[in-house]
């Protein structure tokens, strides 16, 4: 999987690695049980600290998309994705809130905006690869 972090974005590193991470998991890129670099290693490579690394790992861990183990390293969860949760529901209805504002502000009509939010929806389930 390729990962590009944009080092002039507002959007923290360590938020558009885990977001990358995720739209990787979504798509099927990376599919349960696939190990992913150490924190060390990934850091090395994308050239940023350590820190940034685990607080994307520990994040996703959180959100119940990776296992962290010290020994065996971080791979992709193994046991099936968790559901959609009322917690899960309340952060994407504050995620959106904030895009939809701030297209309103921008002048998008909410038709556009429900079709944009929608071709990224289906682009990300159709890069699947057949799942």
């Given amino acids: ?4 972090l944009d080092l002039q974005s507002d959007t923290p590193l360590y938020t ?8 990787g998991i979504a798509s099927g890129e990376l599919k349960p049980g696939d ?3 150490s924190i060390r290693r990934l850091a ?14 520990n994040l996703l861990k959180q ?10 390293g971080v791979i992709v969860q193994p046991d099936g994705m968790p559901g959609v949760t009322e917690a899960f529901e309340a952060k994407l209805r504050r995620q ?6 701030a297209a309103a502000v921008r002048g998008m009509a909410e038709e556009v905006f429900a079709q944009e939010s929608k071709s990224v929806y289906r682009d990300i389930i159709t890069n699947r690869g057949g799942e």
């Fill in 44 to 57: 090395e490579d994308l050239g940023i600290n350590l820190h940034t690394v685990n607080k994307a790992y």
């Fill in 1 to 4: 999987m390729f990962i590009e």
């Fill in 16 to 23: 558009q690695l885990a977001d990358q991470l995720t739209e």
């Fill in 35 to 37: 190990p992913l670099p």
């Fill in 96 to 101: 959106l809130r904030s895009l939809a504002a």
């Fill in 63 to 72: 959100e119940g998309l990776l296992q962290v183990h010290r020994k065996t």
